[in-house]
């Protein structure tokens, strides 16, 4: 008698941990997929803020070849360029991969 009653305490306790491991198993995947996405999407949106600014850099410089810039507006832009590829790279810093899952 003592060990049917043992036989299903066992099955009890085994039901659980199956139950709680495909628990966990979902919760990892669904977290890992959620990562997936937002490194993803870091690619695909630092991809397009470089493509934007190549282009702007391919404008400017046919300007410069057609001698319609002055000094002063080369000056302003190479600034705010300047400028931009800091904001990138403080932004690349603080939200690449590795810091991703601190935040």
């Known amino acids: 008698m003592n060990s049917d009653n043992t036989d299903s305490i066992f099955r009890l306790h085994s039901w659980w941990i199956n139950l709680l491991s495909v628990i966990l198993g979902i919760a990892a995947a669904y977290f890992m997929t959620i990562q997936s996405l937002k490194v ?12 934007t600014l190549d282009k702007r850099l391919a404008s400017i410089e046919v300007l410069l070849k057609e001698g319609t810039v002055s000094k002063e507006q080369f000056f302003r832009f190479s600034s705010d360029v300047e400028a931009r590829l800091i904001r990138i790279e403080d932004y690349l810093v603080e939200y690449s991969g590795e810091n991703l899952g601190k935040h």
């Open 40 to 51: 993803e999407l870091a690619a695909k949106a630092e991809g397009a803020v470089v493509g």
